[in-house]
């Protein structure tokens, strides 16, 4: 006999199928899925590159770039206090003053680094209210939660206060940003309610750095996903020569940004996909790609795979991800991770991405806790000396530690 509470899960889950893949198509717009009220587009604008005149943003381009995406359904503005030396809220509350608040959906982040107490939240969520000239956010994060901010946003009750906001009306859906290891990940999803995450999802971080892994741990909450690096900072567009093949191997006219985004948006329970962008034309370019959206095959998900393998084995370090080191490493060290960190790192050359990806590795993986015993080296097709390597990664983010973006 089928007992109450599996009927009832299966409706739940049948609910859930229905909405998490639907795609909302209007003449005219690029593609939208729904989550609860809204219908969201599945490019997001992530306003943390805005386009620069100097030290300044440069407000005509980021008008041309907003109206563009307006007049094509893509009202998603994903901002934070921090982005582009604070300027980021004032300059996108600026551009989207003409349009009416009903029509543009914002997010916005809190800035845990200036939190000492529960009252500091609601004085800058009124500051950041006032930066982007709204009365509400459609969605606010909890932004960066990782090792060294997770006991701050407890100390503070971030999400208490957040709760009593939500219920004046002037935040619709809570959640969070995550640059952290999938153990802290797995305890922030279980402590509160959250209508929602922010995760780093894209295919060449998918298996290396454990994105699949916090990716899986949301689903398992049922927590819907924002994504955020979907082009990882760029390095996704500038493929090797022998990476882009790879890509084009099975369409000689895919375009590299074009096959990310659409990657990072076919996964199930994805709402929407943050880009970066900082001019027209990747405005334009990312609009088209979403005009005519389709999920990736099977065929594009193995090209995905084989192209994050190629990009892995072409570092300064030329480990290919096989993990037969980790097979014998009585340490358990991440050591393909850790060199694919290094090896992007190489070629964006963004240290505070590396710093952060570094600091998404359990501890209990890190480099720093190699014994030196070289069981691993015995076991590496590529014979890398890899305690050497490992300290060399070791120490570049020893450099970077105290890092502030
Ligand atoms: S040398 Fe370091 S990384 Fe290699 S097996 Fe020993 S502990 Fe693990
Ligand atoms: S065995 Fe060598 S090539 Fe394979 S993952 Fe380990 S370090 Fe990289």
Known sequence: MTSALTLASTAFLAGCQKDEKKIV????????RKFRDLDIPLLGFGCMRL???GEEVDMEELEKMVDHLMSHGANYFDTAYMYVNEKSETAIGKVLKKYKREDFIL???SPIYKMNSQEDVRKIFDEQLKKCQVEYFDFYMCHNINANTVDTYRKVKMY???EKLKKEGKIKYIGFSFHGTPEILKQVVKEHKWDFCQLQINYLDWDIVK????????????IPVTVMEPLRGGGLVRLSEKALAKLKEQNPNVKPAEFGLRWAASRKNVITVLSGMSNLQQ????VETFMHYKEMTPEE????????KVIQSQGEINCTGCKYCMEVCPKGINIPATFALYNQYKVDNRSFGFKMYYETLDESERPDKCIKCNLCTKNCPQNLKIPELLAKV????DKLKGMKR
């Open 211 to 222: 994105a699949k892994e916090q990716y899986e741990i949301a689903q398992a909450e049922n």
């Open 301 to 308: 998900e193995k090209i995905a795979d084989e192209t994050a």
């Open 107 to 109: 997010a916005d982040k």
């Open 160 to 162: 208490d206060e957040l």
């Open 51 to 53: 386009p620069m005149k």
């Open 394 to 397: 070791k120490d570049e983010y």
């Open 283 to 286: 405005v334009k370019e990312n």
């Open 25 to 32: 198509t209007k003449e005219g717009e690029i593609a939208k």
